[in-house]
């Protein structure tokens, strides 16, 4: 076999490839006889027709049969033996056969990228602090109070910012009325009443009382709900007949017991301890995009054009079904088909690179993952869905997951080691 490897691109190659003649013959021999084995033609007990009138017979089929296995197999050896990584699917052209002479071929395939790593052990990290403050904690409390707020009525008073208001309203066009509703629940600080833009709201009403009313002069819009009268000078009359006041539940005993806590403090103790592992997700979170953006920074090297282009338009693809099936008008999509492709192109790269040189880190360091990590993964995976652990691993073969799954914990892993090999700085803390 004759492998001759040319460079036409970032990561593509040629290569031409010969069997010699020899080679070709061997396997047609072969072939034919195990076929002259089988053959079962009129006139002749199985496998006892002559040679020639089987190759007479099948010649063709057979010529085919041999081709594609010697074009296979010499495929994976002149891989094998030149040490190429091929991504994506080779492209087999010019595959000339007759018996007696060498048989020629070519392949064009993208290969991956040959590339050498910098130094990435030691990277410098910012590690943010997750200790948790009183202010953290009294504003986790605030939320939580938020959270209970309910609207009261409000018997003697004026209107306030975030009051809602219950009120009547009409509509009138110089002195006729053209539009009239009861019982409507306005917000004062929003900007609509029955549909109509109302931009001075607030300030019409802070201050007046149940009972009360203001006038606002207003312009009926495209879409006031009678026709004739829209795009039209108006004057919207407010009638307030009820003031409902959102007002939330003391920060105390009383608020805790409510959420099943004994004392303020019990409370109090939950939120901080929550508080402090949500910071260290996303401390951890943070680490980890400052590895990624420092392993990018070593990622000189081209990718494979054609896989590139592949995972772009696949990743394309499924974003477009997202956004159709969250209701996004097609039109705007394909109005927003550029920005989305320069979206997709980027991330698909910087996933790709990152992948490249994780598992380079991987192998040069030696971390892989144990079946028994795998089924301590699956477990937790059960746990969370509430299944068993087995039917959780026969969800992920039927669908091809646990390789996948295996990498993810493997490049996990991999970062977990730079994130402990590191150089970490915490605010107002020296290097260590």
Same mark, same amino acid.
């Given at each position: 076999?004759?492998?001759?490897?040319?460079?036409?691109?970032?990561?593509?190659?040629?290569?031409?490839?010969?069997?010699?003649?020899?080679?070709?013959?061997?396997?047609?021999?072969?072939?034919?006889?195990?076929?002259?084995?089988?053959?079962? =033609?009129?006139?002749?007990?199985?496998?006892?027709?002559?040679?020639?009138?089987?190759?007479?017979?099948?010649?063709?089929?057979?010529?085919?049969?041999?081709?594609?296995?010697?074009?296979?197999?010499?495929?994976?050896?002149?891989?094998?033996?030149?040490?190429?990584?091929? !991504?994506?699917?080779?492209?087999?052209?010019?595959?000339?056969?007759?018996?007696?002479?060498?048989?020629?071929?070519?392949?064009?395939?993208?290969?991956?990228?040959?590339?050498?790593?910098?130094?990435?052990?030691?990277?410098?990290?910012?590690?943010?602090?997750?200790?948790?403050?009183?202010?953290?904690?009294?504003?986790? =409390?605030?939320?939580?109070?938020?959270?209970?707020?309910?609207?009261?009525?409000?018997?003697?008073?004026?209107?306030?910012?975030?009051?809602?208001?219950?009120?009547?309203?009409?509509?009138?066009?110089?002195?006729?009325?053209?539009?009239?509703?009861?019982?409507?629940?306005?917000?004062?600080?929003?900007?609509?009443?029955?549909?109509?833009?109302? +931009?001075?709201?607030?300030?019409? =009403?802070?201050?007046?009382?149940?009972?009360?009313?203001?006038?606002?002069?207003?312009?009926?819009?495209?879409?006031?709900? !009678?026709?004739?009268?829209?795009?039209?000078?108006?004057?919207?009359?407010?009638?307030?007949?009820?003031?409902?006041?959102?007002?939330?539940?003391?920060?105390?005993?009383?608020?805790?017991?409510?959420?099943?806590?004994?004392?303020?403090?019990?409370?109090?103790?939950?939120?901080?301890?929550?508080?402090?592992?949500?910071?260290?997700?996303?401390?951890?979170?943070?680490?980890?995009?400052?590895?990624?953006?420092?392993?990018?920074?070593?990622?000189?090297?081209?990718? +494979?054009?054609?896989?590139?282009?592949?995972?772009?338009?696949?990743? =394309?693809?499924?974003?477009?079904?997202?956004?159709?099936?969250?209701?996004?008008?097609?039109?705007?999509?394909?109005?927003?088909?550029?920005?989305?492709?320069?979206?997709?192109?980027?991330?698909?790269?910087?996933?790709?690179?990152?992948?490249?040189?994780?598992?380079?880190?991987?192998?040069?360091?030696?971390?892989? !993952?144990?079946?028994?990590?795998?089924?301590?993964?699956?477990?937790?995976?059960?746990?969370?869905?509430?299944?068993?652990?087995?039917?959780?691993?026969?969800?992920?073969?039927?669908?091809?997951?646990?390789?996948?799954?295996?990498?993810?914990?493997?490049?996990?892993?991999?970062?977990?080691?730079?994130?402990?090999?590191? !150089?970490?700085?915490?605010?107002?803390?020296?290097?260590?």
């Amino acid at each position: 076999m004759k492998v001759e490897i040319e460079e036409i691109g970032p990561c593509k190659k040629l290569l031409k490839v010969e069997i010699p003649k020899e080679k070709i013959d061997d396997e047609w021999q072969e072939q034919l006889k195990e076929l002259c084995k089988m053959a079962d =033609l009129p006139g002749f007990r199985k496998g006892k027709a002559p040679r020639s009138l089987v190759e007479k017979k099948f010649g063709e089929r057979l010529m085919e049969d041999v081709k594609q296995k010697l074009v296979s197999s010499t495929y994976e050896e002149a891989v094998e033996k030149n040490k190429l990584s091929p !991504v994506g699917e080779p492209e087999i052209s010019d595959v000339n056969m007759e018996l007696g002479k060498p048989l020629n071929f070519e392949v064009t395939m993208e290969v991956l990228p040959t590339f050498e790593i910098g130094e990435y052990k030691g990277l410098q990290l910012k590690k943010e602090s997750v200790s948790v403050t009183d202010k953290d904690i009294k504003a986790a =409390l605030k939320t939580i109070s938020g959270q209970k707020t309910q609207l009261t009525i409000v018997k003697d008073g004026k209107v306030e910012d975030d009051d809602y208001i219950i009120c009547d309203c009409k509509v009138k066009v110089g002195r006729k009325i053209v539009f009239e509703d009861e019982d409507l629940e306005v917000m004062v600080s929003g900007s609509t009443v029955a549909d109509i833009n109302v +931009p001075d709201l607030k300030s019409n =009403l802070l201050g007046t009382k149940s009972g009360g009313k203001c006038s606002i002069d207003v312009e009926l819009g495209d879409n006031f709900s !009678v026709e004739q009268y829209r795009n039209k000078s108006a004057k919207l009359e407010i009638s307030v007949k009820e003031i409902k006041r959102p007002v939330s539940p003391e920060i105390d005993d009383e608020m805790a017991k409510q959420m099943g806590y004994d004392s303020l403090a019990e409370l109090s103790e939950f939120v901080s301890k929550k508080l402090e592992a949500e910071k260290k997700r996303m401390v951890d979170n943070d680490m980890r995009e400052q590895i990624y953006k420092n392993l990018l920074e070593m990622a000189n090297f081209d990718l +494979p054009k054609d896989v590139i282009e592949s995972q772009i338009n696949k990743r =394309l693809h499924r974003h477009q079904i997202e956004l159709l099936n969250r209701g996004t008008p097609l039109e705007e999509i394909e109005k927003d088909m550029g920005n989305l492709k320069n979206a997709s192109e980027e991330s698909v790269i910087k996933d790709f690179k990152l992948s490249l040189i994780l598992e380079r880190i991987a192998e040069k360091e030696k971390i892989f !993952v144990t079946e028994a990590e795998v089924n301590q993964r699956i477990n937790t995976l059960a746990n969370m869905y509430g299944t068993e652990p087995s039917k959780m691993r026969n969800q992920l073969e039927k669908i091809g997951n646990i390789p996948n799954l295996r990498y993810q914990m493997k490049e996990s892993k991999t970062v977990d080691f730079l994130i402990k090999e590191a !150089v970490t700085k915490e605010p107002n803390q020296k290097k260590k």
